[in-house]
């Protein structure tokens, strides 16, 4: 039994619908994989205390109605926790909107409910301080960069990683104790990435890895590894529907039309202006918009191509001021307002879901081509998106 109970504490704690508990009683192809025969896994959205009943929301969109009784138990975990000996017991009052929960019992054939014997609970709070707990962590100790070469013989990778000094390529061995995980095609979120194999990277992927760096600099002992295909776009806004949140543009490179959606967790922000900037381009990696912590030295973004690295050293970090800017919704993004988009490449090239969107970004690309001309090159803002300004893979 408690071997039972350690393996589902490892699926709440993943966060992730596609443990390989759930692979134990696989649904149909088309279900939902946050559902299974005996048990459901999402969002708290609706909590009837009269109807003793919850509504979770499954990562994949499903509504799902766990009915709760007199016999049902209630158990607290904390974020990362894989002993669920250690969970606190609690009731049904404490359960609250925007927890995760793990609802178990004999889910209804038609996947719509699940009288649960036990609940689950990772409360919304916890989250959170994980979440930050968690950033805070791979902006400290991570690495981002692109693949520029792979050796499946002695299975090391290599980045071209942006330093002061400029690009400079750095070596990740990746052994069998390396997490190593990879975002789908349309993926959006960090938590999207899959386990995979060394076999599916490829050249040009972005990449973005935990761990601690050797003092000369050249090689990055690993323990997390996430990678991706993403595709950077900019244009102009040609028109949108707040409907279905889509926006149409004219690809800068392709000068083509395509189609960005804009999904719930995408994330949009807006570059401020020049006269909103003030100091901010010139802001060290270590502080920012809020005063949030850049996680100690954060190394910058200096020059197109190559990549952002964290970790050592001073100045501006490009990467790290994308992240920290203000979040808008999709009613603040306007026709002829100049994007900047990261994807997923995903199965149709004249539609990308958006990871980020960058609103206002005519001056951010007025900066890349600046750089780009101190550094000798022809300014040429809608060129070399794909390794001047890497977001695509973003923070836990």
């Known amino acids: 039994m408690k071997s039972s109970f350690l393996a589902v504490a490892l699926v709440v704690c993943s966060l992730s619908a596609s443990s390989s508990l759930f692979a134990q009683t696989p649904a149909p192809a088309a279900a939902d994989a946050s559902i299974s025969s005996n048990r459901a896994l999402g969002e708290v959205k609706v909590v009837d205390a009269a109807g003793k009943q919850l509504i979770i929301k499954t990562d994949a969109g499903s509504l799902v109605g766990v009915v709760l009784n007199d016999a049902t138990s209630y158990l607290r975990v904390a974020p990362g926790e894989t002993d669920l000996t250690k969970a606190t017991k609690i009731t049904f009052a404490d359960v609250a909107e925007g927890d995760r929960v793990l609802a178990m019992g004999k889910v209804s054939d038609d996947h719509k409910t699940v009288p649960a014997r036990t609940v689950i609970v990772m409360t919304k709070a916890d989250l959170a301080k994980k979440q930050e707990a968690d950033r805070a962590e791979w902006k400290r100790r991570g690495v981002l960069g692109v693949?520029?070469?792979?050796?499946?013989?002695?299975?090391?990778?290599?980045?071209?990683?942006?330093?002061?000094?400029?690009?400079?390529?750095?070596?990740?061995?990746?052994?069998?104790?390396?997490?190593?995980?990879?975002?789908a095609a349309d993926s959006i979120k960090f938590a999207d990435a899959k386990n995979a194999k060394f076999e599916e990277l490829k050249v040009g992927d972005q990449l973005r890895a935990l761990g601690e760096c050797d003092p000369a600099g050249a090689v990055f002992t690993a323990?997390?590894?996430?990678?991706?295909?993403?595709?950077?776009?900019?244009?102009?806004?040609?028109?949108?529907?707040?409907?279905?949140?889509?926006v149409k543009i004219n690809d800068?490179?392709?000068?083509?039309?395509?189609?960005?959606?804009?999904?719930?967790?995408?994330?949009?922000?807006?570059?401020?202006?020049?006269?909103?900037?003030?100091?901010?381009?010139?802001?060290?990696?270590?502080?920012?918009?809020?005063?949030?912590?850049?996680?100690?030295?954060?190394?910058p973004a200096g020059g197109p191509g190559g990549a952002v690295r964290m970790g050592g050293g001073g100045g501006m970090n490009i990467q790290d001021m994308l992240e920290r800017?203000?979040?808008?919704?999709?009613?603040?993004?306007?026709?002829?307002?100049?994007?900047?988009?990261?994807?997923?490449?995903?199965?149709?090239?004249?539609?990308v879901t958006a990871i980020s969107l960058i609103s206002g970004a005519d001056t951010l690309l007025n900066m890349v081509a600046a750089r780009q001309q101190q550094a000798g090159q022809t300014p040429n803002p809608s060129a070399g998106l794909g390794s001047g300004i890497?977001?695509?893979?973003?923070?836990p």
């Open 147 to 183: 693949i520029t070469a792979l050796k499946p013989e002695t299975k090391e990778i290599t980045i071209s990683s942006r330093t002061m000094a400029g690009p400079q390529a750095l070596t990740i061995p990746v052994s069998e104790k390396v997490e190593l995980r990879r975002y």
């Open 223 to 246: 323990e997390k590894v996430v990678t991706g295909s993403f595709k950077t776009v900019a244009g102009v806004i040609t028109a949108i529907d707040p409907a279905t949140g889509e």
């Open 252 to 299: 800068m490179q392709t000068k083509q039309p395509l189609t960005i959606v804009v999904k719930q967790d995408s994330v949009l922000r807006r570059f401020p202006s020049p006269s909103e900037m003030g100091g901010m381009a010139m802001r060290p990696a270590g502080g920012g918009p809020g005063g949030a912590p850049a996680g100690g030295s954060g190394t």
């Open 325 to 351: 800017l203000p979040t808008i919704a999709i009613a603040d993004v306007k026709v002829g307002d100049t994007i900047i988009v990261s994807s997923t490449k995903g199965a149709a090239p004249s539609r």
């Open 390 to 395: 890497q977001f695509g893979i973003g923070l």
